[in-house]
């Protein structure tokens, strides 16, 4: 079952405009079919298996600020990455 949450926040005063936006995504496994190594001794050599890989729960967080100096010029700031 996959699991996420995305929330944008933002603040504006006259021209200057703050905005952040947080991405969830929680643990999840997921199923593949890989394929067997095989051996020299193996008579049936593409055997496959289902395997789990499994997703660890991350989070992003993205901030921008910006000045809306006319309606064709904005420059902004975003968050370092």
Do not use: C
Not at 10 to 24: C, S
Not at 34 to 43: F, G, H, L
Not at 61 to 80: I, M
């Amino acid at each position: 079952m996959k699991q996420a949450l995305n929330v944008t926040l933002k603040l504006q005063h006259r021209q200057v405009r703050l905005q952040r936006l947080d991405h969830y995504n929680g643990s999840r496994a997921e199923s593949r079919l890989a394929r067997k190594p095989s051996n020299i001794t193996d008579v049936p050599v593409n055997q496959y298996y289902n395997e789990l890989q499994y997703q660890a729960p991350r989070e992003l967080v993205d901030v921008r600020v910006d000045y809306k100096w006319n309606r064709k010029f904005t420059p902004y700031f975003p968050s370092a990455k």
